[in-house]
Structure formats: C-alpha cells, structure tokens
C-alpha cells in the first residue's frame, strides 16, 4: 500500500516557475513508477510526465517536452515536477501517481495509487 500526498501548488503568472511535490508512505517506494498527470475542468485527465524506478529514464506529454521536469529521490520517497514558463492552460489539478510496472506508463490506468492533487492555477 502506498498513500501519496501532493504539494506546492498555487496561483502564478504566466511565465512563472512552480515546484511541485508528491511525499509517499510505504516501505516499496523505491520498486515504483511513478507519474503526473493533470486534470481541468471538463476534461480529461492528462499524462505529463513519468520516471522509472531508478530516476534514469523519463517520458514526457509533447504538451510539457522542455517546460517541465520530473524527478524523484528515492531516499526521502519524494517525487518533483518542476514546471517552467508556465501557461493559462496548463491551470488544472495535477496528480501524482505509482505504477508497480517495472517501467512507466502514460496510460493513467496502469497506475495503482493516487495522490489527492493539488491545484495549479496560472493568470494571464
């Protein structure tokens, strides 16, 4: 079982930089995938970003290629999204997720356990 809790969201201008950040529980973070997805409203949830279990390999939506990063610290069980040059649309809720696959997944259905979220809102 793994519970993850999301942080670091917030309202910023366009242009502006966020962090975001997804703290787990449970002994197994390290054997995990793990993903970030968004969702707006009245829309569908979106894949980002995904980053295997050792942090070497990563995937990115084309959407987010070059704005945003993800990374993890397996020794603190932290995922990161570090958004860059930030967009009115890229205001939604933004997930963390775990896969048990031993590799990532962008389809949101191969991810086991979700974080609450946590809201992004960008003025322009």
């Known amino acids: 079982q793994v519970q993850l809790v999301e942080s670091g969201g917030g309202l910023v201008q366009a242009g502006d930089s966020l962090r975001l950040a997804c703290v787990a529980s449970?002994?197994?973070?390290?054997?995990?995938?793990m993903g970030w997805f968004r969702q707006a409203p009245g829309k569908e949830r979106e894949f980002l970003a995904a980053?295997?279990?050792?942090?070497?390999?990563?995937d990115y939506a084309n959407s987010v290629k070059g704005r945003f990063t993800i990374s993890r610290d397996n020794a603190k069980k932290m995922v990161y999204l570090q958004m860059n040059s930030l967009k009115s649309e890229d205001t939604a809720v933004y997930y963390c997720?775990?896969?048990?696959?031993?590799?990532?997944?962008?389809?949101?259905?191969?991810?086991?356990?979700w974080g609450q979220g946590t809201q992004v809102t960008v003025s322009s």
């Open positions: 449970g002994h197994t973070f390290i054997s995990y995938a």
């Open positions: 997720a775990a896969s048990r696959r031993t590799g990532f997944s962008r389809n949101s259905n191969d991810y086991n356990y």
């Open positions: 980053i295997d279990w050792s942090g070497i390999s990563t």
